[in-house]
């Protein structure tokens, strides 16, 4: 009985490397297709636990990458330099709101009697104005806004309840992103052993890049928030509207919220704008438009150099379905979603199975 020829073993060897190449991609998209199934069905029934959490994994990326940064510039170990860095940041917060929250119950006691005789005074400039009687009718008295007062007190219950459920999820996302920040490792490892041995070393990449791009879109939120907020605390200041200061720290902070930030911000200080007069209101309108044509057409496109890249109108349709799914919180953190979701499906999905090298996020 003759042997095999010797240059079988090799050729089985070399049919078999395809074969286990072909295995490890097939189980990669099958994983691909479970995670995206269990986070679909997460985001479907229970929007708000899976933004909650995802919060929390963005806070803890913001901690770990600022500490280990400042581990680089001190002689210190990364325990202490987190530490220092948690400290800062939430008391920095902390601050903030005990300086903010006074400022504004304090002006909205008194803001309601400027916005009467503003009412009033415009009606009066209305009603002299041709076909004034006619636009009157859309115009409510200040009876009729304080007869309204009446339907906020059934609602006084359901808006104490709501507060202490945003509180509940502030606590939750600064323990998941303390815990995240304090041991990242322990769930990367676990991440990473979801997936074949070979595979492993290629996920741990994708982990590190999915970190990086959340680190940079946090720096560059930051520093448009920065600029948004000065900007506006100043021009409001020149215009000679009260709580100048305290309305650019909420421009500054609605500012990351992309798209819909900057409308939301118009809103207090338009109505302390129109208790010195309509025209002062047109300011105001002018001023912030002006801060968000810098924003959209200077500071965003000058930033995104140096931070993740997203196509505008897929980051507006993340943010109408999340905004759909989980109101606000969902609309806050459709980009960053996005942009992280983008990353997996580029490195996992368009390289890896398709072997297109493409971007479609760019983190350069």
């Known amino acids: 009985m003759s042997s095999p020829p010797e240059h079988s073993?090799?050729?089985?060897?070399?049919?078999?490397?395809?074969?286990?190449?072909?295995?490890?991609?097939?189980?990669?998209?099958?994983?691909l297709v479970v995670l995206a199934i269990l986070v679909l069905a997460t985001i479907w029934h229970a929007p708000d636990v899976f933004l909650v959490i995802f919060a929390g994994v963005l806070l803890g990326v913001f901690l770990y990458s600022l500490s280990e940064t400042l581990c680089r510039w001190l002689p210190l170990r990364y325990g202490w330099c987190l530490t220092l860095v948690t400290l800062v940041v939430f008391g920095s917060f902390l601050g903030l709101m005990v300086y903010l929250v006074p400022q504004i119950v304090d002006r909205v006691?008194?803001?309601?009697?400027?916005?009467?005789?503003?009412?009033?005074?415009?009606?009066?400039?209305?009603?002299?104005?041709?076909?004034?009687?006619?636009?009157?009718?859309?115009?409510?008295?200040?009876?009729?806004?304080?007869?309204?007062?009446?339907?906020?007190?059934?609602?006084?219950?359901?808006?104490?309840?709501?507060?202490?459920?945003?509180?509940?999820?502030?606590?939750?996302?600064?323990?998941?992103?303390?815990?995240?920040?304090?041991?990242?490792?322990?769930?990367?490892?676990?991440?990473?052993?979801?997936?074949?041995?070979?595979?492993?070393?290629?996920?741990?990449?994708?982990?590190?890049?999915?970190?990086?791009?959340?680190?940079?879109?946090?720096?560059?939120?930051?520093?448009?928030?920065?600029?948004?907020?000065?900007?506006?605390?100043?021009?409001?200041w020149l215009l000679g509207i009260p709580l100048a200061v305290t309305m650019g720290v909420i421009a500054g902070l609605l500012t990351f919220i992309p798209n819909i930030g900057p409308v939301l911000s118009v809103i207090p200080p338009l109505l302390l704008a129109l208790s010195q007069g309509p025209m002062m209101g047109v300011y105001v309108i002018l001023l912030y438009t002006g801060l968000q044509f810098v924003e959209s057409y200077l500071l965003t496109p000058m930033v995104q150099q140096h931070q993740v890249s997203l196509p505008p109108a897929l980051v507006i349709a993340v943010q109408v379905l999340m905004g759909v799914l989980a109101g606000l919180l969902g609309i806050a953190l459709a980009t960053p979603l996005a942009a992280a979701v983008l990353v997996l499906v580029q490195d996992l999905y368009v390289q890896d199975v398709l072997h297109d090298d493409v971007e479609m996020v760019s983190d350069k």
Not at 111 to 125: H, I, K, S, V, Y
Not at 136 to 150: D, I, Q
């Open 109 to 236: 006691s008194a803001l309601g009697t400027q916005l009467g005789d503003a009412l009033t005074q415009l009606r009066e400039r209305v009603a002299a104005a041709p076909s004034g009687e006619q636009l009157l009718k859309y115009l409510p008295t200040f009876e009729e806004l304080e007869a309204g007062r009446s339907r906020w007190v059934p609602a006084m219950g359901t808006m104490v309840q709501s507060t202490f459920g945003v509180l509940v999820n502030i606590v939750v996302i600064f323990f998941v992103g303390l815990y995240t920040a304090a041991d990242p490792e322990v769930y990367r490892q676990g991440i990473i052993k979801l997936f074949p041995p070979p595979r492993r070393t290629h996920i741990a990449q994708v982990l590190s890049r999915v970190r990086i791009t959340l680190w940079r879109w946090i720096l560059g939120r930051l520093f448009e928030m920065t600029v948004i907020g000065v900007a506006t605390a100043i021009g409001l």
């Open 9 to 31: 073993a090799r050729d089985f060897e070399s049919a078999e490397k395809p074969s286990r190449s072909f295995v490890a991609r097939a189980l990669t998209v099958v994983g």
